[in-house]
């Protein structure tokens, strides 16, 4: 067991060795582009307005936007009232809202007149082919060149394009690397890019026909091509082999794409020590198994299974780009846990709160990392770091997939294997804060809990957070619903399908969406090695956190509360309250500590859903 640790610190070390890109989405642009009602204007070379073009004149019903607001071109802009008839008008502009210039209840004129302004970004551009017949092409227009890193396997001529279909992921020089997305629907003509080439400022990304209706009918005849010769045959199947796409990829342009040849061969490594770690050191199998096997199945060459496309791209925007299988896990861990150490001993539950300490002090640590220049994290995404303290993997999950979604794999990752190291991690921390003589503290016997005081705690609890905290509402309604079906004893099927079949196969499928994650594109960067660093701090603040409150606690109470149960706050469960019940046992064979470090492991479940409510609300 000891060597599956010391292991997992080695792959971390190797990880660090290997990190030299960064991750964000979405680069998207358009050129002015007329659509109905509305029309976009340059003002400046980084601004945009948005103007009325309608026919008959309009009065403002409703503004969608805000200022600071990030707006696309699936979001509504303007509810107008047109001849009697109210009218949602949309525009097809990415990009942050500058200015509003109309308020509800302004009538304007269909001379132009201006609503707001919209941030522009000149990446891409849209203009008319040459003697094209309605045939627009996409030009790349940044002044550095830039990697194709991935391109979607599904494009193909004569396929129908939708606003949000993703078309490739590019590195431009002195930017971020990002994903390109249709603005415009329409039929596609051709597709001129390849994965792992260059592209300069000018060169055409795709052409397209635009239309406001699209369908994918074909015409009934068709052009066959004759077979190509056997030399070109056989050439073109070694082309298509995974060894061959790993070696030209690193070739390519060595710098910039080593990481999608190279790289893939490294995360195929890491895929195989985490289902290593899973199958013979049992960490945390359950999930690490899935996960690992989902990174292999990411990092295949050429086989797109994580692209748009691919099984594994369905299942993640199923499942956790919708949010369902961290909340279906939610419900089964409510279904397996007993509240009861909790309701006998209430203050177990502000062990349970101090020790959120560490996912606000690693929020506070990514954003001095951003400061410094050392890595670049958004706030959201130091939020999305910081819950990774709260040692709750569905919580992290949850959280990250609503914040910052290309994070996602590094930080699940950190979240699990976190709680594997639950054993190694706490005991020195529980030892460097505390001293023989707390540690041989003795607690009083904890009280019986009534059934009923079971079955109200749930409802009461949902019941608090719809009133007080409306955005954990998901995480603690899930949770509280699996628990209230375990206390009833009334739906004893329901409990036991939550308990067992479902979260089992909810875990299989919520491992391999987040394994989709570990490509080496969006692995492999600056990012993940402050994940990794930030995680440990996090974890390593909460576990202190609990104690130090329990420590805070015993110098005004007369009951005494034993600091080492304090450790067991964060949301590892039951693990963390082995460790403190084992820790315990090292100082007096009699001083059981397990039931009582089972109110703040269970408390720290419910702290860690607040604490990503708080920050959901605040940030989402």
Known sequence: ?????????????????????????????????????????????????????????????????????????????FLLTIDGRDVEVRSPVFGEVTGIFVKVGDRVSNNGEVLAAVTSDPIFLYRDAPGSNGIREVIYNWPEPAVVYSINQELSQGKSLFPHDELAVLNPAGRSKAKVDVVIGGKLVDYFLQTAETIHQGDILYTFIPDTVTHSSTKGSQIYKPLPGWGDLFGGLFESTGLYDIYRQTTADFPNTWILGLGRVLMMAVALVLLYLAIFKQFEPLLLLPIGFGALLANIPLAGISTPGGLLHYLYAAGIGSGIFPLLIFMGVGAMTDFGPLLANPKTALMGAAAQLGIFGALIGAVLLNVSGLVAFSLKDAASIGIIGGADGPTSIYLTSKLSPALLGAVAVAA???????????????????????????????????????????????????????????????????????????????????????????????????????????????????????????FSLGTAGGIWFAKIYNLFSKDKINPLIGSAGVSAVPMAARVSNKVGLEYDPHNYLLMHAMGPNVAGVIGSAVAAGVLLQALG
């Open 1 to 77: 067991m000891a060597r599956g640790k010391y292991i997992l610190a080695a792959l971390f070390a190797l990880l660090a060795l290997a990190l030299p890109l960064a991750a964000e989405p979405i680069i998207t642009s358009a050129e002015p582009v007329e659509t109905g009602l509305l029309s976009l204007v340059d003002q400046t070379q980084d601004e945009v307005q948005i103007i009325y073009v309608g026919d008959e004149p309009a009065v403002v019903k409703a503004i969608y936007l805000e200022k600071g607001q990030a707006t696309g071109p699936t979001h509504p802009k």
């Open 416 to 538: 699990y294997s976190y709680m594997a190291l639950v054993p190694i991690i706490q005991p020195p921390i529980m030892r460097f804060f505390t001293n023989a003589k707390e540690r041989k503290i003795k607690m009083k016997q904890l009280r019986p809990v009534s059934k009923l005081e079971k079955v109200c705690f749930p409802i009461l609890i949902t019941l608090l957070c719809a009133f007080l905290l409306p955005s954990a509402a998901p995480l603690i309604g899930m949770l509280m619903l699996g628990n209230l079906m375990r206390e009833c004893g009334v739906v004893d099927r329901l409990s036991d399908t939550a308990q067992n079949a479902l979260i089992n196969i909810v875990t299989i499928f919520l491992g391999l969406s987040v394994g989709s994650k570990l490509s080496s594109d969006q692995f492999l960067s600056p990012e993940t090695l402050g994940i990794l660093v930030l995680g440990v701090i996090a």
